[in-house]
């Protein structure tokens, strides 16, 4: 099993910044890729900014001038720094680890969600 946990959420204003930390743990494999997702009230949740194991990244339109993922492979820690944030970034957002095993097909493994509030 891995265990997923996520940090950093919280309440700010527009135009604010805001980093949020992911970090995976556990035996049985590797981690591959990392990365967030968001679910808005009443919306399905979306892919916000992934990243590789070899760091190659992917990120939603919506964000990709504004925020940045960015992985420290040795702790299986992935971050995601947001700036000039806007109400429409709303979320609760999510980190997913896929776990790799030698002849297993990658497993999916998601924290519980931390609450990103962008408000005046």
């Known amino acids: 099993q891995v265990q997923v946990a996520e940090s950093g959420g919280g309440l700010v204003e527009p135009g604010g910044s805001l980093t949020l930390s992911c970090a995976a743990s556990?035996?049985?494999?590797?981690?591959?890729?990392m990365g967030w997702y968001r679910q808005g009230s009443g919306w399905q949740r979306e892919m916000v900014a992934v990243?590789?194991?070899?760091?190659?990244?992917n990120y939603a339109d919506s964000v990709k001038d504004r925020f940045t993922i960015a992985r420290d492979s040795g702790k299986n820690t992935v971050y995601l720094q947001m700036r000039r944030l806007k109400p429409e970034d709303t979320a609760v957002y999510y980190c997913?680890?896929?776990?790799?095993?030698?002849?297993?097909?990658?497993?999916?493994?998601w924290g519980q969600g931390t609450q990103i509030t962008v408000s005046s």
């Open positions: 556990g035996s049985g494999g590797s981690i591959g890729t």
């Open positions: 990243i590789t194991s070899g760091g190659a990244t």
């Open positions: 997913k680890a896929v776990r790799i095993r030698l002849e297993r097909r990658p497993d999916d493994f």
